[in-house]
């Protein structure tokens, strides 16, 4: 099994779906590959990412140095002796150190804890971002797939995606403009359609709109352009209208939107 492939089928072998003779071939190719090993253990990592959750637990060191500081001010000094009523300022003015050593030893507790949160919320973080990175990757990969199955599979990877980046929205649209396969052409189609407000996905509308011979493909990205009046449409909806090979109730529906977008 050639190195150059073992990444296509990680997800399959993950999903547990390779027939017996594969999930052997892909087992022996793993045990002798680090880089593949390797590979699959960040989709593990992706797969099980949000499964768990880190709990800030607060250091018991500032804790322990206040209770010791504290101990510490109450140990007896040497002989007690009775004060004098003319000390009695002297006496005042300990409690108040000792008031004023304990306000600061809980400040400082506080502060450490305050610190440790934030370093805990920044180690979420940069986990929240790799397991993104990691459903990219394995997202991308699995729209390079040569199953269709699996492609119409990675396309609908983008529900874990609440604002997917650029990188993600020109690999569906190249999809939906490039892909051999009308469902998985139909199933890209309607994952762009819920960002039409990128200028990436109007763009590619119009251009599929152009080429698109499948004529659900073609209706329903005229319903997409029409609701969001996109009037950079009207052009290739008149050219279409002048092909001999458009079906004839797509050419009824263009007369019968045309008006609203020109």
């Known amino acids: 099994m050639e190195k150059n492939h073992i990444s296509d089928l990680i997800p399959e072998y993950l999903d547990g779906v390779l027939g017996g003779e594969m999930q052997k071939q892909v087992e022996e190719h793993l045990s002798h590959c680090s880089r593949c090993e390797q590979e699959m253990e960040e989709m593990k990592l992706l797969f099980n990412a949000f499964q768990t959750e880190t709990v800030a637990v607060p250091s018991e060191r500032l804790k322990s140095k206040f209770e010791e500081a504290l101990e510490a001010e109450k140990a007896p000094k040497g002989k007690v002796m009775p004060l004098p009523a003319q000390e009695k300022s002297n006496w005042t003015s300990s409690v108040l150190k000792i008031a004023a050593s304990i306000a600061l030893l809980v400040a400082a507790f506080q502060m450490g804890s305050l610190f440790e949160q934030r370093k805990v919320e920044a180690d979420l973080t940069q986990l929240q971002d790799e397991a993104e990175r990691m459903k990219q990757t394995a997202m991308l990969s699995l729209m390079e797939n040569q199953s269709a199955s699996k492609r119409i599979q990675g396309v609908n990877y983008i529900e874990e995606f609440e604002q997917p980046d650029e990188a993600i929205i020109q690999a569906l649209a190249n999809r939906l403009l490039h892909d051999e396969n009308d469902n998985v052409r139909l199933t890209a189609f309607e994952a762009l359609s819920k960002f039409t407000y990128s200028e990436t996905v109007k ?31 009207a052009e290739p909806m008149k050219k279409l209208l002048e092909k001999e090979d458009t079906q004839p109730f797509i050419k009824e529906q263009i007369k019968a939107v045309l008006p609203s977008i020109t």
């Open 203 to 233: 763009d590619t509308f119009i251009e599929v709109l152009g080429q698109e011979k499948n004529p659900s493909i073609q209706v329903a990205i005229i319903q997409a352009l029409v609701q969001i009046q996109e009037r950079k449409a």
